[in-house]
């Protein structure tokens, strides 16, 4: 019994320690339910939910390539089918966006893997979203960024019974130059997944990292100083 759990310990001190130096959280995990680490990013699944609660990710120029978009369509994964989402008017919404992840084929593709995707309006998804993405794409050639992106549900709203319909998405972005600091650029907003929002500025919808803490439950940049943490959370 005392091998049992002594070798339990050690497993989760040895998971701990890889978590922590992972670059997809170099920032801090937000939490530690049903963790998902890919080459390309981090997440958390809400097997209940059918949905990411969570996806953070680094990005640089080193991220970014020439491949294609991957033209094989949305891959199974954890229980859902990207049959799933048929005739729902919903859109299959990555977290982790495909065009930040074009150094390789690879890369692209496991972009497309359903635990990366939630439901999202297409005015969400295709309108405001991705004008908030093409900000800080533009950025991340010159500058590194950490970004954390996740789903907010309030209701049981579901497709075909199964997945969960956010009420809203929300995404941190940090711009750094060499080392997230007290001078570091912040952006966080959080969008309600709904019609007639498509045209919006994304800054519309800017609230603070602290604010959004309050609307998930979630701790945030939880890996710097209490005193960095509290800056850029109010920032």
Known sequence: ????????FLTI?????????NIHV?????DSVN?????????????????????????????LGKTKRHKGGFISDHGVKSSDYNGSGYDRGHLCPSNERTASPTMNRNTFLMSNIAP???ALNQGVWRNLEAFYESKSREKSIFVIAGTISQTDKRIKGKIWIPDSCYKI????????????????????????????????????????????GLNF????????QEYLEKK
């Open 120 to 122: 999202q309006t297409k």
């Open 1 to 8: 019994m005392k091998r049992i759990i002594v070798s339990t």
């Open 221 to 228: 940049l939880s890996a710097l100083s209490e005193e960095l």
């Open 173 to 216: 972005v940090i711009v750094f130059q060499d080392k997230v600091d007290s001078s570091s650029e912040v952006y966080s907003a959080k969008m309600p997944s709904i019609d007639g929002i498509r045209n919006d500025k994304w800054q519309k919808y800017q609230i603070t990292i602290r604010e959004l803490e309050i609307s998930t």
């Open 26 to 30: 170099k920032l801090g995990l937000p």
């Open 13 to 21: 001190l040895l998971t701990s320690a890889i978590w922590s130096q």
């Open 35 to 63: 963790l998902i680490y890919r080459n390309e990013y981090v997440l958390s699944y809400d097997q209940e939910k059918h949905i990411p609660r969570w996806v953070s990710w680094y990005l640089d120029s080193s991220w």
